[in-house]
């Protein structure tokens, strides 16, 4: 008993309370980004995992309440680690549309839609499994001739949502 109130009974609140907050982090998680060194997406799941635990251990085992809550929260960890190994790193990790990812554009070949200047931003079209983009473009490195519409080009990098291209001939020239 912690002053009056049995130990179930805080094991019990502590996990519908938790439950309820995990409701809430599930729906509006996205919105809140916790960059900090305490992320409740990890530490609302260790209490309420410790709690379950700590309140089945009461109901059904005889150990001491000290031990019992050691035991549960060691318990508690190691399922938090697999949560966020396996479940909430590559949810963070996935691209939220099943377009081409920016750093998945480097070192692919595209074509000119609209003239890229020598000094300046032109328009050039990916084509991918999911379908076709334009993006903005610019040359990667100086060269003394624009690029025409129709031409070949290879992205180099991706800055800002802008394509840094060169001129591309392809691989097999014969």
Not at 25 to 50: Q, S
Request: glycine fraction near 8%.
């Amino acid at each position: 008993m912690v002053q009056g109130i049995p130990i179930e009974t805080i094991y019990l609140y502590v996990l519908i309370a938790c439950a309820g907050i995990a409701v809430l982090l599930v729906i509006f998680g996205d919105v809140f980004d916790f960059d900090g060194p305490i992320d409740p997406m990890l530490i609302i799941p260790w209490l309420a995992f410790t709690s379950l635990f700590g309140y089945l251990g009461e109901q059904l085992l005889d150990w001491g309440h000290l031990f019992l809550f050691i035991v549960s929260g060691a318990i508690a960890a190691i399922l938090v680690f697999f949560l966020n190994f396996y479940v909430l790193m590559p949810m963070k990790n996935a691209e939220s549309t099943i377009s081409i990812s920016e750093k998945d554009m480097e070192g692919t070949q595209a074509t000119v839609i609209t003239p890229i200047p020598v000094s300046g931003m032109g328009e050039i079209q990916l084509k991918s499994v999911t379908g076709s983009m334009s993006r903005p473009a610019a040359l990667y490195a100086p060269q003394e001739k624009p690029i025409n519409r129709g031409e070949q080009v290879l992205i180099i990098e991706v800055k800002e949502r802008v394509c840094y291209v060169v001129p591309y001939k392809g691989s097999l020239q014969l």
